[in-house]
């Protein structure tokens, strides 16, 4: 795959999680080997204004925007979930959205362990640990 674009994806998840964390909030990024199938995740997770499950299934439709003159006035277009979607998909993954209004979001762009080269952290081809350095291939 094309590494430009898990970093465009990667960042427009941390931008989103900025833009919609209000001041004193928390932004958590974690990115793991899965022990369990050797699969990537790289999450972002807030404690923003969060999303109400009605909107879920469609926060990955192109232009689709939970609260439009929300989106204007940050700025948002209603593409980028939907681009970080393609991306996944492209690289044979997926993207996990779960959120609850008033706690917060978790997006999971999760890659497959064929996808994942691991770089340091493994043992005479040994998964690596979960904190191991990893490049996606």
Not at 19 to 30: C, D, L, N, S, V
Request: glycine share 14%.
């Amino acid at each position: 795959g094309v590494e430009a674009e898990l970093h465009s994806a990667m960042g427009n998840l941390v931008s989103n999680a900025i833009r919609y964390t209000p001041e004193g909030g928390t932004i958590e990024i974690h990115w793991r080997i899965r022990g369990s199938d050797g699969c990537a995740e790289f999450e972002v997770r807030d404690s923003g204004i969060g999303i109400d499950k009605e909107h879920l299934p469609r926060l990955t439709e192109r232009f689709y925007r939970v609260d439009g003159s929300r989106s204007r006035d940050t700025g948002g277009t209603g593409l980028g979930l939907a681009i970080v979607k393609h991306v996944a998909q492209r690289h044979g993954g997926e993207l996990n959205i779960q959120s609850e209004p008033g706690k917060g979001s978790s997006f999971k762009l999760v890659l497959p362990a064929a996808r994942v080269r691991v770089t340091a952290g493994s043992v005479g081809g040994t998964p690596a640990p979960a904190d191991a350095s990893a490049q996606v291939a």
